[in-house]
């Protein structure tokens, strides 16, 4: 079975798949500073609630943002599992091309979320990946990773609002029934939600004007759900970009996989 381990900067998602479906997820706050014994602790525990254990784990897969992570998630894998995890980025194989300036610069994320949509979606797409930080991707035909536009997420800009305001609440996203809001609250809300999906439509419009071609838009991340139905400028909303993205090269990468 593959364990695939995607964190980014806010949660760490570990996933098995029996070679067939995915079948346990979960979800951990990211502290760069856990170690491998303490990820074996709290993956044990959710191993054996799903009767599972570290044995039939025979294959293991880290994408992260966080590269001080990156070092305890390894030795996890091969103290544990005793299996040499593929890490994007670093020794796996992704099998598409890479035409940024810097390519060493494209985050683990992006090029997984890049080859989880070429494979179910035809054409050029813009994957738009909400979390920490909102990214817009621009995929080609071919699976090419084109570039990206990049701003803050929409939970860091109310945090920005609260900490840089001192009389501005911390308050929670949610989607507010008005764009003008009848007291603080709800205009916080309506600001930072109603403006997050005019960054959308301006950046998907000016994206595709941009392209000059036609581009299915793609949604993902931890908070993109927030964003579905506001709009029509997404095409389709797919939570399980990700870890598709991260099963297909580890399906590409068969001479260091045994799935």
């Not at 890049?114 to 991707?137: E, N, R």
């Not at 609002?161 to 003008?180: D, Y």
């Amino acid at each position: 079975m593959l364990l695939a381990i995607e964190q980014g900067n806010t949660n760490t998602l570990f996933a098995v798949h029996d070679g067939a479906t995915w079948i346990a997820q979960w979800r951990a706050a990211t502290d760069s500073s856990r170690t491998a014994d303490e990820y074996a602790v709290w993956l044990s525990q959710l191993l054996n609630m799903a009767g599972l254990q570290f044995g039939v784990l025979d294959a293991c897969i880290i994408s992260s943002v966080v590269p001080q992570s990156i070092f305890n998630l390894r030795n996890l894998s091969r103290r544990y599992f005793h299996v040499e995890p593929l890490v994007i980025g670093e020794n796996a194989e992704l099998g598409i091309p890479v035409r940024i300036t810097k390519p060493a610069e494209a985050g683990a994320d992006r090029l997984v979320n890049a080859i989880g949509a070429h494979i179910v979606y035809p054409g050029d797409l813009i994957v738009i990946d909400s979390g920490t930080a909102t990214t817009f991707d621009v995929v080609a035909a071919d699976g090419g990773l084109e570039g990206c536009a990049i701003a803050p997420g929409i939970n860091l800009s109310m945090e920005a609002l609260h900490a840089a305001a001192a009389k501005l609440p911390r308050v929670a996203i949610q989607r507010p029934e008005h764009v003008v809001g009848k007291d603080t609250v709800e205009a916080m809300q309506a600001g930072v939600f109603w403006g997050y999906i005019g960054l959308i439509e301006g950046l998907i419009a000016r994206i595709k004007a941009e392209w000059a071609r036609p581009m299915t838009v793609i949604g993902t991340g931890g908070v993109a759900s927030l964003f579905h139905g506001a709009t029509s400028a997404i095409d389709h909303f797919d939570p399980d970009l990700t870890i598709r993205g991260m099963l297909e090269i580890h399906r590409r990468n068969p001479a260091k996989a045994s799935l």
